[in-house]
């Protein structure tokens, strides 16, 4: 271990805290809800939350939920140009952060809220994972579930090199889809003009025309039908 720099280990703690609103709200609309910025001030959490899909029907529906919980002090819209709306939101602690700073480790990245569970991406030194788990549970002023594991494909890290990059869902698109619709991009057929023809196409990938068109078809409405509910089209 280099002198001066602790060495921590990343880790997703998951929290479910019975009859808070985030809770709720992600278990009866059936969205997601990704908390970009979170901070405790004066004792309350200061947060936005952007819903997805993404809708003004939905954070409608998600600030009429928020007026019958007693926890939330105040919820506010905001929108800008270029900007997906989203929600500001003062709401109560329930614990999270302060067990966080108790056991000196940092959240990184948003924080994700799905199916009624909160997933932090923290660092943790090691040797703490018990102590973080035991203290988010003895601070939250309900029930709460938490557990802590190792996120996939992450080793131990130094805390200067970690890099948070937000979630993002993606379009499921199947194997064919996904190797025509990478073959048509790679040979130029989405070029205008194109570089090559949808018969030539189909010689490279060695298939029909028309098997090549409807993989080509069917990648593409469900491209367009993912992004346009994303953005809230």
Not at 27 to 56: A, E
Not at 136 to 144: G, I, K, L, M, T
Not at 170 to 175: C, K, N, V
């Amino acid at each position: 271990m280099v002198r001066g720099r602790r060495k921590y280990y990343v880790r997703v703690l998951k929290v479910r805290h019975y009859g808070d609103y985030l809770t709720d709200l992600t278990n009866s609309v059936r969205r997601d809800v990704v908390i970009s910025y979170l901070s405790l001030i004066n004792g309350h959490s200061h947060m936005t939350l952007q819903l997805f899909p993404s809708s003004s029907r939905a954070i409608g529906e998600a600030v009429e939920l928020a007026h019958s919980y007693k926890d939330v002090k105040s919820t506010k819209v905001l929108r800008g140009p270029g900007l997906q709306p989203f929600v500001f939101m003062v709401k109560r602690n329930y614990g999270v952060l302060r067990a966080l700073s108790d056991t000196r480790s940092l959240k990184v990245g948003p924080v994700i809220v799905s199916r009624g569970v909160k997933y932090f991406y923290v660092l943790v030194p090691k040797g703490v994972e018990g102590r973080l788990v035991e203290l988010v549970r003895a601070y939250s002023p309900v029930d709460a579930e938490v557990s802590i594991s190792r996120p996939s494909n992450v080793r131990l890290v130094e805390l200067p090199l970690i890099r948070s990059t937000p979630a993002r869902p993606y379009p499921e698109l199947t194997e064919c889809e996904l190797r025509v619709l990478r073959e048509a991009y790679r040979a130029g057929y989405f070029r205008w003009p194109r570089a090559v023809d949808l018969e030539k196409l189909a010689r490279r990938l060695g298939l029909s025309k028309a098997t090549v068109l409807e993989h080509i078809r069917k990648a593409e409405r469900k491209i367009l039908k993912h992004y346009l509910s994303y953005y809230g089209c």
